[in-house]
């Protein structure tokens, strides 16, 4: 199973870009990249994931590196409601895959 | 559409108790997950069901621990007897196929005392 690398944790002023840098040096040509977020006493929340392409969606942007070997996440804008902890995840497996979370990057937005 | 439905949502027992969660996934998704984490901790993924069959349960304490998932729609996960360091929130996800995103409930926070 190919393992992710992130910081333990990093801060962001509220109304800057946050990017939050993930290392996947042993990923699989068919494996996915998946950016999940948890905050406080709720589930995982699901935020975008990607092959080989960078990623947009109404929530973040993703850019994976052309050999695939790392990615970053991107809030264009850090509001307070986006400290949590974010999981940068690869997906593994055919049959429904299995996420296989790490202890992820606790992003504190400050005012 | 309706989110995965996860109950109780909180729980606290005495160790060598008993206790079960309920999780109903996303009407239509063929595949449900039990992961537990511990405080502090990423999830730790426990069994994955596909429709009613298991795929993986390579990581759940079959010694004390049991998940079913009849008819392939909701599913149920039981400690027997509980430890300590059973302590943490038990969290359901189901997705309806490999490579859609996940979705997770709310959890079971379980304290053992």
């Known amino acids: 199973d190919a393992k992710t690398t992130q910081p333990t944790s990093m801060d962001c002023a509220e109304g800057r870009a946050a990017n939050l840098p993930c290392n996947h040096s042993?990923?699989?040509?068919?494996?996915?990249v998946y950016w999940y977020r948890q905050i406080h006493s709720q589930g995982p929340q699901y935020i975008i994931h990607g092959l080989k392409n960078n990623e947009t969606n109404e929530m973040a942007s993703l850019i994976i590196t052309e050999d695939r070997k790392s990615s970053t996440l991107i809030l264009p804008h850090a509001t307070l409601r986006d400290t949590a902890v974010y999981y940068c995840?690869?997906?593994?497996?055919?049959?429904?895959?299995?996420?296989?979370f790490g202890q992820g990057t606790e992003l504190s937005v400050k005012p | 559409e309706a989110g995965v439905a996860q109950s109780p949502r909180y729980k606290i027992i005495e160790k060598r108790q008993s206790v079960a969660f309920w999780c109903n996934p996303i009407s239509g998704h063929a595949t449900l997950y039990w992961y537990q984490q511990i405080l502090g901790q990423g999830p730790k993924l426990l069994i994955q069901?596909?429709?009613?069959?298991?795929?993986?349960d390579s990581q759940l304490p079959k010694d004390r621990f049991s998940a079913e998932r009849l008819k392939g729609v909701d599913s149920t996960l039981k400690i027997q007897p509980a430890k300590l360091e059973d302590s943490a929130v038990y969290l359901c996800?189901?997705?309806?196929?490999?490579?859609?995103?996940?979705?997770f409930g709310s959890g079971t926070r379980l304290t053992v005392v």
């Open positions: 996800a189901s997705s309806r196929a490999a490579n859609y995103g996940y979705t």
């Open positions: 042993t990923i699989s040509g068919n494996e996915y």
């Open positions: 995840i690869v997906l593994v497996g055919n049959q429904g895959g299995k996420l296989i």
């Open positions: 069901f596909q429709n009613n069959g298991v795929v993986d």
